[in-house]
């Protein structure tokens, strides 16, 4: 069974540091790879995926993610938050199933930015 | 512009009617998805359909029912029997290159 670990409930940053949200998988094969925010009372916009061919992946809002398998790690990095990341953050694996895909989802990161 | 539609936004229901939640897309996606989002414990999913006419039960589809008549549309029922329905419900559909989400309905029960 896939699944998905997201160890920080909560992460504070101070505005202009450099961020790195982590999230680890279970996955039996080759893993497809996603990073989602939220806003509060809305839904879900991908930030970037990794299907295959390079493991590092840029994303929009200058986020990007590292694909790690022998860690089974895809931690997402931004090397300047802004006061508007400040969202819930959810990491999530999944694989190919009759052509449409079925991810699990992690519990979430929240990030707190400071002024 | 293509996207997935959920309305309405917030929706109120007393303990034991049975309510629908409407989800609509246009950006002609075979796969729909329903998922729950409770504080702390990410998205659950509830009821996926790849195709017309058909759908398949989720992780937590227990007090819920769908239909699938038409590709656009994926309407949720959250029956009487589902013992804590308050929450935030989410709507998806996807394409290989990943998941479109609704905006999502919050449905209190009282």
């Known amino acids: 069974a896939q699944s998905v670990t997201q160890p920080d409930i909560h992460i504070t940053v101070s505005e202009g540091a450099s961020l790195e949200l982590r999230c680890n998988y279970s996955?039996?094969?080759?893993?497809?790879l996603f990073w989602y925010v939220q806003s509060p009372g809305q839904g879900l916009q991908l930030l970037l995926k990794?299907?295959?061919?390079?493991?590092l992946v840029q994303g929009i809002k200058g986020f990007e993610a590292e694909f790690k398998r022998s860690q089974s790690s895809f931690n997402l990095r931004k090397p300047s938050v802004h006061w508007s990341d400040a969202a819930e953050y959810f990491c999530?694996?999944?694989?190919?199933?009759?052509?449409?895909?079925?991810?699990?989802f992690g519990r979430g990161t929240s990030l707190i930015v400071h002024p | 512009d293509g996207g997935i539609t959920q309305s309405p936004k917030y929706l109120f229901r007393k303990e034991g009617q049975n309510v629908t939640l409407s989800c609509e897309q246009n950006l002609n996606h075979d796969a729909m998805y329903w998922y729950r989002q409770d504080p702390g414990q990410g998205l659950r999913l509830i009821y996926y359909?790849?195709?017309?006419?058909?759908?398949q039960k989720g992780d937590i589809a227990e007090g819920y029912s769908v239909s699938r008549e038409k590709k656009e549309s994926f309407p949720l029922t959250v029956t009487s029997a589902q013992k804590n329905p308050t929450a935030f419900y989410l709507c998806?559909?996807?394409?290989?290159?990943?998941?479109?989400f609704g905006s999502g309905t919050r449905l209190t029960v009282v």
């Open positions: 999530a694996v999944g694989g190919a199933s009759g052509g449409s895909y079925i991810p699990t």
């Open positions: 998806a559909s996807s394409s290989k290159t990943g998941y479109t």
């Open positions: 996955y039996g094969a080759t893993p497809y």
């Open positions: 359909s790849q195709i017309v006419n058909d759908f």
């Open positions: 990794y299907f295959s061919g390079d493991t």
